[in-house]
DNA sequence: CGGTAATTTGATAAAAGTCAACGTCTGTGG
DNA sequence: CCACAGACGTTGACTTTTATCAAATTACCG
């Protein structure tokens, strides 16, 4: 029923077999002589947390683990083992429903935590996808709990990772239950500029790694709707869009479209007509512009 | 903006007075001497985990609260300390977004928590309402957070309590990101209906404690869909309706407007058309069933 | 290079929102 | 006890938004 079912087939295994490793390897640790490891004070920066200082961590390492675009980090189904912390790259979380229509449920990058879905039931709820290379750390969840319980700075560490997913759900059901398409797909773009900054990237320019489909599932929106939407963000001049490089050329008109009650501030340069009313006009394109409301 | 505002006035407060709790108190846990407490052990269950029998759970009790249709259990902001888990009851779980408008995130009830999203910043993110006469028990979070650490009994309750608001998550995207007005009002009622269900109350009969606006609010749909849709529902046999009380007359029914895929079945008694049928033909009550597309 | 997937765009239909009016319940105070 | 105010709910007419269907174009992978 869809056709980016590239994506959930298996990865071709030769690169695999050229690294002896055996394919059965995917999905858990052991795979960690081939790609290194990282200390977890290391990795504690990353996902914004301070480590404390007490020198049993300093021999505390994970195994990290590459993914190429395509690949997939676990399965719905696949036995709890191990959460993943994204070092780069970017994935696609993923829940199939029982028609067999895929719903993108989120867009995990470098910084974020997957796989806490797992924790109760013992198995992923998700399918993981890479959409673009990717390294991750691989931290076995019974070797997290148990510093949890012995370093009050790892508790804190995981309720913050629990708490991040709660935000990301009222925010999402903020932008699903309230929000229009355009300004969905407005603050997507401001959700990855944000994000793609916070990690030192460039916050106007970036690569949407997935498909309009995909973008669209996560918005609850058709890809078309996206695919014009988009059209009519770069007509309107608040972006430059060639395929799936975007450039953000009018940050504070994104804001206003989102946030109608924001004051459209003066635009970056030259005289521009307000974020909003560029987007009327280059809406409508079609019929003709009867705006005389009773 | 809304006119639902009675619900965020603070109570009358000569209740409080009456039984000389100064109107500080509401909001901790220094009320418990007014409303008993319960055992750990005899909470448990309630929250569909078993505890171990570790004779120290005998002594570990937590204060109860009673909230009366209308107060607040929290608000966005407050001080986290403790989270609740809801005994019996109903309430509403909202944010006020920046333009003061409302979003109801959840409708906690009994064996539900209330307050995990304050975990990491100290602060409550949300109002949370009783929309009933309620009782919670209050559980102090370091309180908490100490017993998980020394049983692993409570560490998995607490795993357990952060994984149904990702189950939540889950479940709330794909339904505002894929269903229908008419869908997501029947998953909704089939929702509601499991946990009372589950509850030990009736599956089929119970009452709406929130407004049409509010299960709009949720739902992601203005409340004129939520009366256009309920009154639909109960034109197509599917329910029977009567302001806030709900008796769900095709289970069945209701879950083919969910899952089309799914067999309609026979129908519970007399003959009726398919649900969904009986739906198109309610829906056209407006102008003619000119059916006949191109 | 060729085939397939992705994207764009147009025309049209369906869904849901908006605006408006009216009905109904409830609790309060005369 | 009844009248009334205000919140809640229902329904209709109409508009706007988004989905659907279709076709043409472009990019990418092998």
Redesign the interface.
Known sequence: MFDSAAYNEPPRERFDEARHVPAESRGDARCESNWGSVRFVDLAPLLGVALSSDPRFADVTFPLRRIRAGEVLHRAGDAFKAIYVVRSGFFKTV?I???G?E?V?GFPMAGDAIG??G???GRY??DVVALDISNVAVIPFPQL?QLA?EHPCV??LL??M?????????A???L???LSAEARIASFLLDLSERFGRLGYSRTAFALRATRQEIG????LKLETVSRTLSAFAAAGLVYIDRREVTLRDVEGLRCIV?P?RQPSEPPRVHQPSPRAAMRASRSLRPAPLAMAG
């Open positions: 829940s429903d029982t028609a229509a719903l449920l806490l879905d924790v109760d039931s709820l998700t709990a319980r508790e804190r309720y913050s629990f708490s991040r997913e709660l935000v990301h759900k009222h999402m059901f903020w699903l239950g309230t599932s996560y918005l609850g946030d009650a």
